[in-house]
DNA sequence: CTTTAAAATGTAATATTATAACATTTCATT
DNA sequence: AATGAAATGTTATAATATTACATTTTAAAG
């Protein structure tokens, strides 16, 4: 399983399975604290998703997952997402109804997705003053703010020469 | 046509009948300015989406464009989203896959579309500080950003209440 | 006024994404 | 061991979107 795994192709140079050992460890501690069961399913399309950067769609993902079971069908991945969303360890795109793994999901983040339209490496960085601004933007409008959708489509440093 | 209009379904209370004469007029004007033909077709989807306020889904303009031609298919709705949002006069919310009329599609704008979860509509407001701060935030992560989905999930005014 | 080529539309089929409904199994607790 | 809730299995289908190719419409040229 590992050895799937091509470093060439995520955002910058880095050992990869500390990203994956690191989102795993994380999981289980979340779900240990929520009580909450982190059932070989999950953990197995969570590991799925954490494979590299890229948004991952979830056929995408149900082909990877028929590796582990041949005879998984769409309701089992969706059910996963659904659980790791729920709790934040997964991200949905929304804009390519793909998913990505949460890398900070242990702290309270208010990030925005960038992502390569190039390369389709996703990753968050931290837009807590957005958010505030928004939300303060939209009160002024009288209108009381629940939760943001915020992805910015560009080129990754890697996908930028040329 | 103009009987089905429902002022009490809209954000606020207006004249709703100049929210549609004014995005007719508008799709006009750039369509004329880009030499781009505004068929009947394109008149008469746009028309469906300024009929109210609120996100609809493709199928839902597709069951309301089969009172203009029963014999409509998914596509020819489609091909009118494509142009009409190419062109700046309907953009895709895409947390919902579902489309709004542009109210403000003459001028170049950067907004956030703010959608209350209760009633379903949605309208967009000047974001163009965010914008900017997004984009150079992004820039700093040495990312290239190129165009943002900004849709602010919450309840509008009316929906506030109770 | 014809010819012509591009744009738009018609038509059919299919691809992609996601959920519903109900049966069965697993698991923690009692 | 009994129990009930959570998770999974299984089948079917809903909802969203696109492809491919035929035909018609349109604007512009000759
Ligand atoms: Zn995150
Ligand atoms: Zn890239
Ligand atoms: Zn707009
Ligand atoms: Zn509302």
Redesign the pocket.
Known sequence: MTDKIDNKLVQGKHNHHRCIDHALQVAEQVCLKK???L????RQVLQLICENHKAV????LLDLFREF?P?????????????LMDIGLVH?I?S???FIACLQAEKQHKSVILICGQCKNAFEIDATAVYENLFALSKQAQFEPQYLTLELHGLCVNCQKV
């Open positions: 009580k909450l069961r059932t070989k399913i999950r769609g979830a056929y995408e079971d005879n998984a069908k769409p309701v089992t991945i969706y059910r996963s997402l659904d659980f949905k929304e390519q109804n793909a």
